[in-house]
C-alpha cells in the first residue's frame, strides 16, 4: 500500500523585523499589526525570540488572539535548556507559562530546540537530550543539532525511539557543521534554511543568516522534499535567512516550485 504524501507547512524563522518593511511589510504598517499581515500569507510561524528572553504570557496571548484557529506556532526553547544547560526547573516552569496562552487557544504545535555547534555528541549529552520531555511535555519537540558529531544511527534511532523530532537543515559546507540530511524521526518532518553565507558563518561582521538562495540551490531541496513527504503526515518548512525579508522571497519561491506537487 503507497503512503499519501504528507502536507507541507511553509513559514520564516520570525516575522517582527524592522528591515521587512518595504520588503514584505506595507511602508508605515504599525509593528503591533506585523502579524495580522504575516497570517494572510503563512500558515505558520516559528517564534525564535523566546530563545533571548521568555516573556510575560499577555504577549502570546495577544499574539494567539490575532491569528485564525488554523494557524501553527513553533516556539524556540529558552538558551537556559539548549545553551547553558542550567537553571532547568524554574526557567522551564517560566517559559511553558509564557507560552500557555497561545497552548490552550490549540494553535501551538511545537518546541524547537536548536543546540549550539559547541554541543557535541556524548552519550551523557544524547541522554540529556531524551530527558527533553521532563521540561516539555505539551507538543513535539524537534531537535536541531549543528555539529556533524550527531550524524550517526544511534542518535537518529533513539529520537525515534522517544519520539523526538529531528530537524533537517540547510547552512554552510563548513567543515564541523550538520549536513543537509534529509529525515524524520516521528511522523513529522521539519527542514530549517539558514541560508549559505559561509564568510560570515563564524563570527564575521555581517548577519550570518544575510543570504538569498537562488531557484537552482532551492531546486536542490525538491526531491528531498517529496522522499519526506512519502514518509511523513506532515513536514514544516521554516526559512531562518530573514535579513531584509529575503527568507519571505525564499519561501514564495519554493511554495511556488512545490505547488505542483502539493496538487497530486
Known amino acids: ?65 490575532k491569528v485564525g484557529d488554523g494557524f501553527e506556532f513553533i516556539i524556540k ?11 532547568l526547573d524554574s526557567k522551564s516552569r517560566e517559559y511553558n507559562e509564557a507560552i500557555r496562552p497561545v497552548v490552550d487557544s490549540g494553535k501551538f504545535h511545537g518546541y524547537m ?16 537530550i531524551l530527558n527533553a520531555k521532563e521540561f516539555f511535555r505539551e507538543a513535539p519537540i524537534f531537535v536541531e543539532f549543528r555539529h556533524n558529531s550527531w550524524d550517526r544511527a544511534e542518535v537518529y534511532e533513539a529520537l525515534q525511539k522517544n519520539e523526538l523530532g529531528f ?23 521539519y527542514i530549517r534554511f539558514h541560508g549559505r553565507n559561509a564568510a560570515n558563518w563564524w563570527g564575521g561582521q555581517g548577519d550570518r543568516y544575510d543570504y538569498l538562495y537562488s531557484k537552482e540551490e532551492l531546486s536542490e531541496w525538491k526531491n528531498k522534499i517529496d522522499k519526506l ?12 535567512n530573514c535579513h531584509l525579508g529575503q527568507a519571505v522571497r525564499n519561501a514564495r519561491m519554493l511554495m511556488e516550485m512545490t505547488q505542483m506537487d502539493l496538487s497530486e
Not at 500569507?41 to 530563545?51: D, K
Not at 530546540?113 to 540529556?128: G, M, T, V
Not at 513527504?229 to 531562518?240: A, H, P, W
Open 77 to 87: 526553547t529558552h538558551r537556559s535548556f539548549t545553551h547553558d544547560r542550567k537553571d
Open 113 to 128: 530546540a536548536q543546540f549550539p555547534y559547541s554541543f557535541r555528541f556524548s552519550p551523557a549529552n544524547l541522554d540529556y
Open 229 to 240: 513527504r512519502s514518509q511523513t503526515d506532515k513536514i514544516y518548512l521554516f526559512f531562518n
Open 1 to 65: 500500500m503507497t503512503r499519501n504524501k504528507g502536507s507541507i507547512v511553509f513559514g520564516t524563522s520570525g516575522y517582527s523585523f524592522d528591515d521587512w518593511e518595504g520588503e514584505f511589510y506595507p511602508p508605515g504598517l504599525p509593528k503591533g499589526k506585523r502579524l495580522d499581515f504575516y497570517k494572510d500569507h503563512f500558515e505558520a510561524v516559528e517564534v525564535n525570540s523566546t530563545y533571548y528572553r521568555i516573556p510575560h504570557p499577555a504577549v502570546f496571548y495577544n499574539m494567539a488572539k
Open 167 to 189: 530537524c533537517s537543515v540547510d547552512e554552510p559546507s563548513l567543515s564541523g557543521l550538520f549536513p543537509p540530511i534529509v529525515k524524520a524521526t516521528t511522523g513529522i518532518g
